[in-house]
């Protein structure tokens, strides 16, 4: 009777560490799951700076898709090509 008790107090603690070991296996997949989902997800959002010739900010604004510059940054680029 007694050996009974030992057998099958090492076979709950093989389950026990069973049932253990898979939730940790479904918690690191869940959570290897929500990083890859995370991860696909676009959150850059370009920013345009202005600055003066001192190097002193002037303008912050996110960038546009129908961005012109003005005919002064033209005339800069094309001054420094």
């Known amino acids: 009777q007694l ?9 709950l603690q093989a389950r026990n560490w069973r049932l253990m070991a898979l939730g940790c ?6 959570l290897s799951g929500g990083l ?26 996110p960038a546009i898709r129908n961005y012109e510059p003005s005919d002064a940054q033209i005339a800069w680029h094309l001054g420094r090509f």
Request: proline share 2%; net charge negative; no cysteine.
């Open 36 to 61: 890859v989902w995370q991860s696909m997800q676009s959150r850059v959002v370009p920013y345009v700076v202005e600055v003066d010739g001192f190097g002193e900010t002037r303008a912050v604004a």
């Open 3 to 11: 050996w009974d008790e030992r057998i099958g107090s090492s076979r």
């Open 25 to 30: 296996l479904a918690l690191a997949t869940g």
